[in-house]
């Protein structure tokens, strides 16, 4: 499918060619002679909240020679501003656009894709209205609250063509491409079990004390909140503290790894097509079963960046993965170390020319921009998205309500519980 703006663009440069009367000087860095990218052929990127999150994200993305980032957009002045300084000093210009809405960056037709990196509550209806406005997009995860939001978000990339990158970067981080090679390949024999690490869930329905609301142009409190319910202000849910509040946050905190983790799982397993068909909650972990008879175990760590407990190794570093076979395993983290379980299997290990931390999103981001141009699925394209960021918020389900719970794969619902499916969906704010 054809990219709209780049084609309004060619259009322009041809009709501008034929009107032209005498040569008219071309400079070499626009054509990309200089070692840089012709202006022609650069994306174009507007950011859609900027906290920390999506300035580390951002700052991976203006490395990209071909990628130009033209906006950002954030309902708080202070990040605004510090978004700007990062994007002008990288460029050497004051070139970089400030909205306070986000629909006013998505009325751009200049601008190509968007990153979307605000709190949960907002990424799936700010990645499905960028869509619908024809911009490709990198949605930072949980990319959406509950099971619905995440079945229409990937509905609506199909529907609207556009290519969607989910941004659980660890897919294209080598050490976690290696195990699930491994495991895909057969080496560690057939699979038995998978484990996904997680956090241990909380469910906080709360409030924070309400306190002044700042003027709009400081903090636009309404927009904030966006699609989520109102509740008074207060400072600490602004700079970042609005994790673990059902309201705010996904899956009683289990996505907050298990989107990542859970996704490696279902990778390793060959299951970005489905997922999970029964989910059976305990006090340490949530087990669950594939359809072919593999166990996914969602282990809750107590002290995620600290003793990893007797399951896993502590030296691989956060965001930690085992897969089992009846022929061996393999386990991996975010320090880029991998651990198996034979010398034959350290054999089957590529030796990498460097290590690569698991939250580095260069090679992600990179893969993104490449399908924006080629128009191919990404690694973590919409699908994908969706089955594994269901696999987790239906365990988080089991969990919440203390029971077993059986999906059905082809209704798309839970097997004879009402209260189960009627937590599928939450009710959503008016907030335009």
């Known amino acids: 499918m054809s990219n709209p703006n780049e084609t309004s663009r060619r259009r322009f440069l041809l009709a501008s060619a034929a009107t032209l009367a005498a040569p008219t000087f071309v400079p070499a860095r626009a054509l990309g002679r200089d070692g840089g990218t012709a202006a022609s052929e650069r994306v174009t990127l507007g950011v859609i909240g900027i906290g920390p999150r999506a300035t580390y994200d951002l700052k991976a993305m203006l490395n990209l020679t071909d990628v130009r980032c033209v906006a950002i957009a954030d309902v708080q002045a202070s990040r605004r501003d510090a978004g700007k300084r990062l994007v002008d000093e990288h460029y050497g210009n004051t070139d970089c656009k400030l909205y306070r809405d986000f629909r006013e960056l998505l009325e751009r037709k200049d601008i190509d894709t968007v990153l979307v990196a605000t709190g949960d509550r907002w990424h799936a209806t700010a990645s499905m209205l960028a ?80 306190e002044p609301t700042p003027p709009k142009a400081v903090v636009d409190w309404n927009l904030w909140l966006g699609p989520a319910p109102w509740r008074p202000y207060n400072g600490k849910y602004v700079a970042g503290q609005w994790r673990g509040y059902y309201d705010f946050d996904s899956g009683a905190r289990l996505l907050d790894w298990g989107a990542h983790t859970v996704d490696l799982c279902q990778w390793a397993n060959r299951a970005d097509d489905s997922g999970p068909i029964s989910f059976e909650p305990s006090d340490k972990d949530i087990r669950c079963r594939y359809e072919n008879g593999v166990e996914l175990i969602l282990d809750f760590l107590p002290t995620p960046f600290g003793d990893r407990g007797p399951n896993w190794i502590t030296r691989l570093g956060t965001c ?113």
């Open 131 to 210: 869509a619908r406005a024809g911009k490709d997009v990198y949605s930072e995860k949980p990319c959406g609250l509950t099971i619905d939001l995440c079945q229409q978000l990937a509905d609506t990339i199909r529907e609207t063509g556009r290519v969607f990158q989910a941004g659980t970067q660890r897919r294209s981080v080598p050490n976690f491409i290696q195990a699930v090679d491994l495991a895909q390949q057969g080496k560690l024999g057939k699979l038995q079990q998978l484990y996904a690490s997680v956090y241990v869930p909380t469910l906080d329905n709360g409030w924070l004390p309400g």
């Open 320 to 432: 930690p993965v085992r897969f089992i076979g009846d022929e061996g395993w393999v386990e991996t983290g975010d320090s880029g170390d991998t651990e198996v379980s034979s010398e034959s299997l350290r054999r089957e290990l590529q030796a990498t020319a460097t290590r690569v931390r698991g939250l580095d999103v260069s090679a992600h981001a990179r893969n993104f921009f490449d399908c924006v141009k080629s128009r191919q699925p990404p690694v973590t394209n919409a699908e994908v998205m969706r089955n594994s960021h269901l696999a987790c918020h239906a365990a988080a389900m089991a969990w919440i309500l203390q029971r077993k719970l059986t999906y059905d794969p082809i209704r798309q619902a839970f097997v004879d519980d009402d209260e189960a499916n009627g937590l599928r969906s939450r009710p959503a704010r008016s907030w335009s």
